[in-house]
């Protein structure tokens, strides 16, 4: 499966991406896109290194978690670019890169995306991606790997167990109404939107993502708890700041969160 997937991939993929991809690696099954990534050797300043697995044994989420989908029913993806750190706030970069998976998916059809800080993509309620980006410092700049996860078609069983050990219901693509794309379409949109938006990420910062951001956020001005360490709070959600980190609004005063855990809080 993987050289005919290669090959249809380059075949999609816009002019931006012809000259900035200096490596395009496809895999059937793979531990993980972004560790096969890191691990590679980092290509030029203003190119990309893209690896594209149909299934991944040991795919990483956010906080040590596993990212797991069913062979065959969505996309994973990591795409390394290297930053001047000297130039470049990287604190909010995943958030940009919500926004641009967001766009990506949405020129492929009609399709409501969420965007739920820190790195989720959300449709009808329900998980449809998530994004992690790890970071490895070279010299006087930033290689960072962005891993993307995308489901597309997932097996009915897959979805009710996860619902059956209390996590998050996970939404596809086929789902949410887009039954015309495959993995190859989803690749090669989300390759050409990244080859395209993370120079201006690199020059400009989150400015030019934020609006975007804040049309998409499904928390704000509305009520969530988070849970950071052994500490956990409820409050309300008042957006993101330029820096990336989540405001969140509780009876002592107004937070600014980093890291942590956060969900819509559940009526009583």
């Known amino acids: 499966m993987a050289p005919a997937y290669l090959e249809l991939l380059r075949a999609r993929l816009g002019p931006a991406s012809v000259r900035s991809v200096a490596a395009l690696e496809c895999f059937d099954s793979i531990d993980s896109t972004n560790a096969h990534l890191l691990a590679a050797a980092v290509p030029p300043a203003g ?8 299934h991944q044994t040991a795919g990483r989420g956010r906080r040590g978690r596993t990212w797991l ?49 820190p790195n989720d993509l ?4 329900g998980k449809l991606g998530g994004i992690l980006a790890e970071v490895r410092l070279i010299a006087e700049a930033a290689y960072v790997v962005i891993g993307i996860g995308v489901n597309l078609d997932l097996p009915a069983d897959f979805a009710a167990a996860v619902a059956a050990q209390g996590g998050q219901p996970p939404q596809d693509l086929r789902q949410a109404g887009l039954s015309d794309v495959n993995a190859v379409s989803v690749a090669a949109v989300l390759i050409d939107q990244l080859c395209l938006a993370l120079p201006v990420y690199a020059a400009h910062g989150f400015e030019p993502f934020s609006r975007e951001w804040t049309e998409a956020d499904i928390l704000r001005d509305r009520c969530v708890e988070w849970v950071t360490g052994e ?34 809080r559940r009526a009583a």
Not at 47 to 54: E, R
Not at 122 to 125: L, T
């Open 231 to 264: 500490t956990r709070r409820e409050g309300i959600a008042r957006g993101i700041a330029s820096d990336g980190t989540l405001l969140v609004e509780y009876a002592g005063g107004m937070e600014r969160l980093i890291a942590g855990e956060v969900t819509l």
């Open 69 to 117: 989908t069913p062979p065959g029913s969505g996309v994973c993806l990591s795409f390394g670019w290297t930053f001047p750190v000297a130039r470049c706030d990287l604190s909010a970069l995943t958030l940009a890169v919500g926004v641009v998976v967001r766009r990506a998916l949405q020129s492929l059809g009609t399709i409501d995306i969420g965007l739920k800080w």
């Open 47 to 54: 190119q990309a290194s893209v690896c594209v697995a149909a």
């Open 122 to 125: 959300v449709v009808n309620g």
